[in-house]
T-cell receptor
Framework: AQSVTQLDSQVPVFEEAPVELRCNYS??????LFWYVQYPNQGLQLLLK??????LVKGINGFEAEFNKSQTSFHLRKPSVHISDTAEYFC??????????????FGKGTLLTVNP | GAGVSQTPSNKVTEKGKYVELRCDPI?????LYWYRQSLGQGPEFLIY????????DSGLPNDRFFAVRPEGSVSTLKIQRTERGDSAVYLC????????????FGQGTRLTVV
């Protein structure tokens, strides 16, 4: 079984400041890792995913994340945020082998609020 | 359609009533998933379909919840004798393969049980 911990439930930042949203996971098997964004009253949109290869993953809207296997972390970063980045961000994992790679396990989410 | 479509977008029902939530996946996607997102929580897995069959329904919370996908396309999540604790956003996703790496989510149905 896997679990995901998002260490901050809320992160307020000012516009154009850098931001890091933290995610740690626990799993007894190798995993795929994901970050999703959810704007108010909308579904989940995939920001980026780590499947294999380079540990630095670049996604949409200028976001990137780094997979750190030794620390079991997958923190999301953006060097300069915009007001439009205000949203809920979810980290998720799934098993990358065997028969259960269809199931996503999500963290509780981090609300990013970008203030002018 | 271009994306995963869920109807209705909002549903308010009285405690004890029966509800049906519909999911129309991306055309050609054989895999379909239902998740439930309670207030302040991340989505939780409910059920996974591959074609017409439920390959994994281990996330359904109890026997009041049931889902079908009779023709391998549209799916309906059915909840009997609704309880206030069933209030949540129900998300549907689909993928061309049975892998989380390719899943696309719909906008969800917000269910409120009063």
């Amino acid at each position: 079984a896997q679990s995901v911990t998002q260490l901050d439930s809320q992160v307020p930042v000012f516009e154009e400041a850098p931001v890091e949203l933290r995610c740690n996971y626990s799993s007894s098997v190798s995993v795929y890792l994901f970050w999703y964004v959810q704007y108010p009253n909308q579904g989940l949109q995939l920001l980026l995913k780590y499947l294999s290869g380079s540990t630095l993953v670049k996604g949409i809207n200028g976001f990137e994340a780094e997979f750190n296997k030794s620390q079991t972390s997958f923190h999301l970063r953006k060097p300069s945020v915009h007001i439009s980045d205000t949203a809920e961000y979810f980290c998720a994992v799934s098993q990358n082998s065997g028969g259960s790679n269809y199931k996503l396990t999500f963290g509780k989410g981090t609300l990013l609020t970008v203030n002018p | 359609g271009a994306g995963v479509s869920q109807t209705p977008s909002n549903k308010v029902t009285e405690k004890g009533k029966y509800v049906e939530l519909r999911c129309d996946p991306i055309s050609g996607h054989t895999a379909l998933y239902w998740y439930r997102q309670s207030l302040g929580q991340g989505p939780e897995f409910l059920i996974y379909f591959q074609g017409t069959g439920a390959a994994d329904d281990s996330g359904l919370p109890n026997d009041r919840f049931f889902a079908v996908r009779p023709e391998g396309s549209v799916s309906t999540l059915k909840i009997q004798r609704t309880e206030r604790g069933d209030s949540a956003v129900y998300l549907c996703a689909s993928s061309s393969t049975g892998s989380s790496t390719e899943a696309f989510f719909g906008q969800g149905t917000r269910l409120t049980v009063v």
